[in-house]
């Protein structure tokens, strides 16, 4: 997991739902976390699991607000997370959304410091498990802007620029898979093209509707960047209702690195729920390709348990995809629904890969 994908959660963990209601006091629920008087203010703590960097609790800070009727709520944030693993992370984000959901306009800035087990790059030294531990320490600081081109599709840019720091242990010369002298020390700045198409009935918990979202990056030394690559992500969600109150999700992610991407910003297998059941990075190259399939099951009217499976591979390229080993996951896991209103939820998973095991707590869904 490269320390970027870190402090990118970390600002990520002051996103949150509207809030559910107001109150006259200083008050603290489960379902709201702590609510400041009269305000639309709310601190939330969020526990934290991943094999990647551990255990530990993280704490968001959330003013919501509207800009006009016609959109949904802006959101200004603050969050910050420390993990048993000694690492941690700090960061703001901003959601605004303007006339009518016209126009959306969206940063993030964030800092960290991780420690997490590097295994080398590609798919056979991710299946002989051999690690050295590696300290990172950087910022980040994204900001996109896009407007609704027609119907629910978006189009928009944005700037990416990162600093990060890798020191490696004393014994890292005997490890085969120790990453270049020149990727220790990485300044990346590029722009991009973003697009969107949304018909989700809703951001949490949807029911139904398609999120297909699409994300690039050019890194160019003329504009301040150590090394020249790219950067390539799409991802497909759907939901469909399934048997009474029940739901059938389906995620499909693939990536490309192309050109000097150092090794922490190629394709990480085992981040962002692609797959659960692995450590994030363990299996990491050029290219990258996963699919899920979860079913999530009412229960009561605020318990929900899930199962999922899914298989994905890594390789030095698209095209060699399918002379990769896959990699399968099968899980299962529990939900509380916090927020009815919005459908926000706390997640607690079990999930199995090919030669790995991992629980996850984390808020939301995974996709």
Known sequence: MPVAALILSASAAADGPEPISRS????ISPDEGIRVANTDLVIAPIPLSNPTIGSGLAVAAMYLYSLDPASPSSL???????????SWAAGLTQRTYLQGDRYRINATAAYAQINYDFYGVGSDAGHEGQSIPLHQHGYTVIPEVSWRVYGDFYLGARLRYFKVTTELP???ATFIGTPDASSLDVTSSGIGLIASYDTRDREFSPRRGVLVDFRSNLARREIGSTFDYENLELSINAYVDAWRNDVIAVRMHACNASGQAPFFDICLFGTNSDLRGYVGGQHRDKAMAAMQVEYRATLTSRIGAVAFAGVGAVASSLGRLGNSDSLGSVGMGLRYLAAPRQGVTLSLDYAAGRDSEAWYVYIGDAF
């Open 24 to 27: 006259g006091e200083i008050a």
């Open 76 to 86: 200004t944030g603050a969050g910050g997370g420390y993990t048993d693993s000694d």
């Open 170 to 172: 004393g014994n890292a």
